[in-house]
């Protein structure tokens, strides 16, 4: 994903390289658009359907993250943060959408997060806007149950992209202690492939390749589809998954309260040495 003709000039000349190693005559083609904007969606696709046929794979990977303290962000950044994470997946979706089930064939990929299922300090205009893709991901799911057309969810671990070195920029501390003791950076080569895997296999919950957050994702799977063998081993999770969930929550739960007198000091009004013993409460 990107916007710079540099890197997707260089991104087109590595696949066209890989196609022809592979003999397979591929022709890749690239597109820049605004996924906020529904007409320029339309209009691209349009352009590129007839340039290279209908679309059978659709990856809505397009996002960014917000990082910032919940009283500190003024409402337009929650607007925006939906604008693109919820809507541009929308926008393209609802433009492949017909096509894809007059045709009974195709596959979508909507890319969600580790945070479409649980919420942590500074992400509280990110992390909603992952949920609601959650939540389309899996109504599609059911909606296209008796079609030919698949859809699966993805929720990728944190990955070394120039997205992540501007979420770092406003970081707030507590965030990334917080990420950094449970969950690692993913190299974006390695979170394609166990994602690409997924994609191919049909799967509807894609895996990722962190451990933690994989043992996560099958825990609070809830209302989706498994299969019966899938069935034991979900058990076996659902009956660990809670002594996880404790030790996970009261770690994140002690970062945020250790922090709680600096953060809020100005809408308390309190002076430090309140907030020091506030912090040890
Ligand atoms: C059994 C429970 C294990 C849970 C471990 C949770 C550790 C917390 C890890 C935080 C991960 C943050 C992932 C954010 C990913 C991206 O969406 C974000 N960086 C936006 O780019």
Not at 68 to 78: I, M, R, S, V, W
């Amino acid at each position: 994903m990107s916007r710079s003709d540099t890197r997707l000039r260089a991104a087109q000349a590595q696949l066209v390289g890989e196609a022809q190693k592979r003999g397979t005559g591929s022709k890749v083609m690239y597109r820049k658009l605004d996924v906020t904007d529904a007409a320029q969606v339309l209009e691209t696709l349009a352009a590129a359907v007839q340039d290279l046929g209908p679309v059978d794979l659709l990856i809505c990977n397009a996002g960014a993250a917000h990082l910032g303290y919940f009283h500190e962000n003024d409402l337009e950044t929650f607007r925006q943060q939906m604008e693109l994470n919820f809507f541009g997946v929308l926008n393209v979706v609802h433009a492949v959408y017909g096509d894809m089930v007059r045709r009974n064939q195709g596959h979508i990929c909507l890319v969600g997060s580790a945070l479409s299922t649980f919420g942590l300090v500074g992400y509280s205009a990110y992390c909603p806007s992952k949920y609601a893709v959650k939540g389309l991901a899996d109504c599609l799911r059911n909606e296209l149950q008796g079609t030919h057309v698949k859809i699966s969810f993805a929720q990728p671990p944190d990955t070394d992209t120039p997205g992540l070195a501007e979420e770092n920029k406003h970081k707030p501390p507590e965030t990334k202690e917080i990420s950094e003791s449970g969950s690692t950076v993913y190299k974006p080569e390695e979170v394609a492939a166990v994602l690409m895997g997924g994609i191919l296999r049909g799967a509807y919950l894609l895996p990722t390749p962190d451990l933690g957050l994989q043992f996560n994702a099958i825990a609070t799977k809830g209302l989706l589809p498994r299969s019966f063998p899938g069935v034991l081993v979900d058990m076996l999770f659902s009956c660990i998954a809670p002594l996880a969930h404790w030790f996970f929550v009261g770690m994140f739960d002690r970062v945020a309260r250790r922090t709680a007198g600096r953060r809020f000091s100005k809408l308390w009004g309190i002076g430090l040495e309140r907030q020091a013993q506030e912090g040890q409460g």
